[in-house]
């Protein structure tokens, strides 16, 4: 009888361990600081020349053109008053595949200029920079990816009009070369990634 009920307190306090970290789980933007407190437990502070734009969620598929089943996404935007850079965080989820069959590979984007890995927050995320065009208008894109769970992924987007050069394709000439280590250098300038919640909590979003 003892023993009985000692399992149903246990299995009691689970329940309510369970309920109010799932409570506690909340995502969104604080003073222009992305944060989550879940699946991945991250924060990124954002420059303050990119103003925080609105959350949107919605369903895709076949975002990195590999093929994959429908999946969901949270996108948080970033945008400056010139709308001439732009920063996107991204909260991929899988429906009915994982990522493990999908590594976080940047190997299948076209025009890439540069590839690597960067170690952000402790985090290790798979980078490139490629070369496209958006309303028009030539652009220079560094994406970060990391796979965080089985079925969920992280994706950065921070984005630059790249002026009149036109053609981005390697080899690049001196010129665009300086041009890139620039953009380089501001995309890193432009977020700073760590595990630590702003302090005063967060609303769900």
């Known amino acids: 009888m003892k023993r009985n009920l000692m399992l149903l307190l246990v299995t009691g306090c689970l329940i309510v361990m369970n309920s109010c970290a799932a409570m506690n789980a909340k995502r969104g933007v604080i003073d222009n600081r992305f944060f989550s407190t879940y699946s991945p437990e991250i924060s990124i502070s954002v420059h303050e020349e990119l103003l925080y734009k609105g959350v949107t969620k919605h369903f895709q598929s076949d975002l990195f053109r590999m093929q994959s089943s429908k999946e969901t996404c949270e996108r ?44 952000l927050g402790g985090k ?23 796979n965080v769970a089985y079925n969920v992924r992280i994706v950065m987007f921070y984005v630059e009009e790249a002026g009149t050069y036109k ?25 700073s990634v760590d595990t630590e919640p702003p302090a005063g909590g967060l ?3």
């Open 76 to 119: 948080y935007d970033f945008e400056n008053t010139g709308r001439t850079r732009y920063f996107s965080v991204r909260i991929l989820r899988l429906k009915d595949r994982n990522w493990h069959y999908l590594a976080a590979s940047t190997g299948s984007i076209p025009n890439t200029l540069f590839k690597g890995q960067e170690v």
């Open 167 to 191: 053609g981005w394709q390697q080899p690049l000439s001196s010129e665009q070369k300086k041009t890139l280590d620039t953009f380089l250098n501001r995309s890193r300038e432009a977020i």
């Open 124 to 146: 290790k995320y798979e980078s490139c920079v490629f070369a496209g065009k958006s309303e028009g208008k030539p652009v220079l894109v560094k994406l970060l990816v990391r």
């Open 203 to 205: 609303s769900a979003t």
